[in-house]
């Protein structure tokens, strides 16, 4: 895939998605590296400022991830960060995810709205095929989110990974081009 252009917005209703750029360094680790995000990912070491950087200059920059600040469209405040990533040109597939700041960002449906913009944007203007999603079992308001855009459970794997000392469980979800909403 093509880096995305540093001038490039999804609008939204309340939210606009705008590209990731080196000056949001400090505010993304503090977002990514908060106990109660952390808790939700898959890998939990702490990102480092240089791992962020390699992160952006070696995936983002050069179109492997394309990665998105959301701001609200009322004031322009940060909310959080949505990427897509594991882009597989031939299958036309590739993988999301995202983190919302501890600000007042979760439970007012920003990940809903932030989500169909996603589906969107890779439907029709990335032309990918398939979106996925890995969740841990545990994150019930990820869940939610994902059935609620229309995503279909495509695997449920029982003690998936070992995080923290005990093993979790893992959805795979899966949305189709033309069948989500």
């Known amino acids: 895939m093509k880096p995305v252009d540093s001038s490039f917005r999804i609008?939204?209703?309340k939210i606009y998605l705008r590209p990731i750029t080196a000056e949001d360094t400090e505010r993304v680790l503090a977002w990514r590296n908060a106990?109660?995000?952390v808790r939700n990912f898959i890998y939990r070491e702490k990102i480092s400022r240089e791992e962020h950087m390699d992160w952006l200059e070696n995936k983002v920059f050069r179109g492997a991830v394309h990665q998105f600040v959301?701001?609200?469209a009322a004031d322009d405040t940060p909310l959080g960060s949505v990427y897509i990533q594991n882009f597989d040109e031939v299958h036309r597939r590739a993988e999301w995810g995202l983190f919302l700041s501890s600000e007042g960002a979760r439970s007012r449906g920003i990940g809903t709205e932030t989500g169909n913009l996603i589906l969107d944007y890779?439907?029709?203007?990335l032309g990918l095929h398939k979106l996925t999603s890995r969740v841990l079992a545990y994150n019930k308001p990820c869940v939610r989110m994902n059935?609620?855009?229309g995503y279909r459970q495509e695997a449920y794997l029982r003690d998936e990974l070992f995080i923290d000392g005990k093993f979790e469980d893992l959805i795979l979800y899966g949305a189709l081009e033309g069948d989500v909403r």
């Open 35 to 37: 106990p109660d995000v």
């Open 147 to 149: 059935e609620k855009l």
């Open 122 to 125: 890779a439907f029709g203007q």
């Open 70 to 72: 959301i701001c609200a």
């Open 11 to 13: 609008r939204g209703e």
